[in-house]
């Protein structure tokens, strides 16, 4: 390596990493070594996949090379780990340099974090934490190709408190939170990890339990009935909660997004007139 360049290196505040054509460390600066938490001697001679947290797909790492090897830069946010094994972000140039590549990155973990903050934001509800109605259509929607592609039954539900605007005027608006808060939970803890509750409404929820017919899905609502009908208790009070759901599957009762929603939410109206605590399939 050039005096030139190692100087230059040296006084950069950037991140610089420099291998040979097989990828091969060679040298890196002392900003590398504050960013990564190892000691230049116990990276020269390794590959940077030491720095690897798993975060990235292979295809990343295809591109990456694909464009090394034709001679053009490549650019990304890479999500490493440090030598103590805390996750990190590294906005990243790499280039070829004579017979191997140099690269320069910018440790931006607090920006990724803050936009990671903003795009939960952007699709959650902030009360309950449920994802919110923009993110459950957009789920309705992939689990529906999924279904098709997989022909696969699908059940949509739409979830209602009944009497809600009786607890807000008896107990309050806060044990109102209280109570959406308890629905929120009880009924993700009533699904499995690849169905969806959303707060699609002010107390209205929307599930989307994938691969499940009309047998599977009675089994599920039976629980998510049975969970909220247990008071919620606020400050020295019980609430008393109950639910109504109306729920319809795919392909027997529907076949496109729009249809699924109004045949659930018609029926969560007849579990309403019918008295309530109950879901009607």
Request: charge should be neutral; proline fraction near 3%; charged fraction near 30%.
């Amino acid at each position: 390596m050039e005096s030139g360049f190692r100087a230059y290196a040296e006084s950069c505040p950037d991140a610089v990493l420099v291998t040979d054509r097989d990828g091969r460390i060679e040298y890196v600066n002392g900003a590398f070594e504050r960013m990564t938490g190892y000691r230049r001697d116990e990276l020269v001679g390794k590959r940077p996949a030491a720095l690897k947290s798993g975060t990235h797909e292979a295809d990343f790492y295809r591109a990456l090379w694909d464009a090394l090897l034709a001679g053009q830069e490549f650019r990304a946010v890479f999500a490493n780990r440090r030598k103590g094994g805390e996750l990190y972000y590294e906005e990243k140039i790499i280039r070829p340099l004579g017979s191997g590549f140099v690269s320069f990155g910018r440790d931006v973990t607090e920006r990724a974090r803050e936009l990671r903050r903003l795009a939960h934001a952007a699709t959650h509800d902030s009360l309950t934490g449920l994802p919110n109605r923009s993110l459950y259509l957009d789920r309705l929607g992939q689990a529906l190709r999924e279904a098709q592609r997989r022909r696969e039954p699908l059940t949509v539900a739409v979830l209602d408190l009944d009497r809600f605007r009786e607890i807000n005027n008896r107990f309050g608006h806060l044990a109102g939170d209280t109570t959406l808060q308890a629905v929120a939970a009880r009924t993700r803890g009533c699904v499995r990890e690849a169905d969806t509750v959303a707060r699609i409404g002010g107390d209205e929820f929307g599930l989307i339990l994938a691969g499940a017919g009309r047998d599977a899905a009675a089994k599920v609502l039976e629980k998510v009935v049975a969970a909220n009908a247990v008071p919620v208790p606020f400050k020295d009070e019980a609430v008393p909660v109950s639910v109504s759901v109306g729920a319809c599957t795919y392909p027997e009762e529907g076949h496109d997004e729009l249809e699924l929603r109004e045949r659930a939410d018609l029926r969560m109206y007849e579990a309403k007139r019918a008295g309530g605590n109950r879901y009607t399939l």
